[in-house]
């Protein structure tokens, strides 16, 4: 419990530079994409156990807020996936060129690569949302 | 010029909580953080605690967080601070004793735990003299024995404020400086203790403790290279 304090008062007050930002960002896509895989495989395993209630979920996977954390929910994806490239590559293959400016760097990088590879999908995906939730652009 | 301290302050057997008090002073913009924290206990109270003994970048002993990062007091001067009010607080993750004094304990355990001394069972050579290495194998080590173990990285390591079992910063920087050493004969016992549930694998590469280091010693790259020596199975030169 103390070190759960300490965690966060360090993770909201230490001023740290673009690593600790990386570091949080990467828990929190981290996080966020571990909930949506247990989400997503139990209301798959509905299908066989209660179909009824599976088509009921189905609806709430529809609604405008579900819409909404599915398009933060492909952010996670890309920024997980690119920030953990960079972390294994600078790890396991170029430890030596670990060094302020490129820690720095890459991790702008990473950040920039992840949301130049969501914004068409988040466009893609906000466009499907408000045509079916708010019959947009018919 | 006029500048404002705010330090932290917890007397263990006056107050239940800590709290910050502010005091306003008359420095100079070449002052050194320590040289204001000797003008509050000069002009204010000689009760604040704090830990010095160098004044110059080299015991180690006053590394605190200044306006939220951790530095040494006698390396960061005035003149590098933006704010008309500087806010210092103790090292975060090691138990508050008073003031700005931390318990340094739990962080030396983890030091001795990476067996911070030279290992080799093997005779002396012939002339009974010394063990020698070439000047390329002392340098494969020389940046981490510049370590003067102050503890900015490892308390500025969210790992290790989340986890007060990891070895931190500071030891991998000292068992690095021993496994890539030529002379040492320890290598698998201490890729063993490094590869442990609270070894190098805790890292997350948050980069504080290189940002932190004042003595700019490359320490996320330093534990990168010994996670690929653990891979190795032998120090990966
Ligand atoms: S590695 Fe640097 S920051 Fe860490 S204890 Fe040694 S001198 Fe201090
Ligand atoms: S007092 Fe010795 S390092 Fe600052």
């Known amino acids: 419990m103390a070190h759960l304090k300490t965690a966060l008062t360090g993770y909201v007050s230490y001023r740290g530079r673009e690593g600790q930002w990386a570091f949080l960002l990467h828990r929190i896509s981290g996080l966020g994409t571990g909930l949506f895989l247990t989400i997503h495989i139990v209301d798959i395993a509905l299908v066989y156990f209660a179909p009824q209630l599976f088509l009921e979920v189905l609806q709430l996977y529809r609604s405008t807020l579900f819409g909404i954390g599915e398009i933060f929910l492909v952010f996670c994806v890309f920024y997980h996936g690119v920030n953990g490239l960079r972390i294994a590559l600078f790890d396991l293959k170029?430890?030596?060129?670990?060094?302020?400016?490129?820690?720095?760097?890459?991790?702008?990088?990473?950040?920039?690569?992840?949301?130049?590879?969501?914004?068409?999908?988040?466009?893609?995906?906000?466009?499907?949302?408000?045509?079916?939730?708010f019959g947009l652009f018919q | 010029m006029k500048r404002t301290l705010r330090i932290f302050r917890f007397h263990p057997e006056q107050d239940t909580r800590p709290h910050y008090a502010t005091y306003s002073l008359e420095v100079q913009p070449t002052d050194r953080v320590l040289d204001l924290l000797e003008q509050v206990r000069a002009e204010y109270d000689p009760g604040l605690a704090y830990r010095r003994s160098c004044a110059h970048g080299v015991c180690g002993s006053d590394a605190m967080r200044i306006n939220g990062r951790n530095a040494l007091a006698c390396k960061v001067l005035v003149q590098d601070l933006s704010t008309p009010v500087v806010t210092i607080e103790p090292l975060l993750g090691l138990p508050l004793i008073k003031d700005l004094v931390v318990d340094m304990e739990p962080f030396f355990a983890h030091y001795r735990a990476v067996l911070p001394y030279l290992i080799n069972d093997e005779p002396l050579p012939a002339d009974g003299r010394e063990r020698l290495q070439t000047a390329a194998e002392r340098d494969r080590f020389d940046e981490t024995t510049r370590c003067i173990l102050c503890a900015a990285c490892t308390t500025s390591c969210p790992s290790f404020w989340a986890n007060g079992q990891y070895l931190g910063p500071a030891a991998l920087v000292t068992a690095h400086r021993f496994l890539f050493d030529s002379r040492d004969r320890a290598a698998p016992q201490r890729l063993q203790i490094l590869s442990a549930r609270s070894g190098v694998w805790l890292c997350r590469t948050a980069f504080n403790c290189t940002e932190a280091c004042p003595r700019e010693i490359h320490i996320t790259r330093a534990i990168a290279e010994i996670k690929q020596s653990i891979l190795k199975g032998r120090p990966a030169v």
Not at chain 1, 104 to 111: F, K
């Open chain 1, 94 to 133: 170029a430890a030596q060129r670990w060094n302020i400016p490129t820690a720095r760097g890459s991790a702008r990088l990473v950040l920039i690569i992840a949301l130049v590879l969501w914004l068409p999908c988040a466009v893609w995906m906000l466009r499907s949302l408000l045509l079916h939730n």
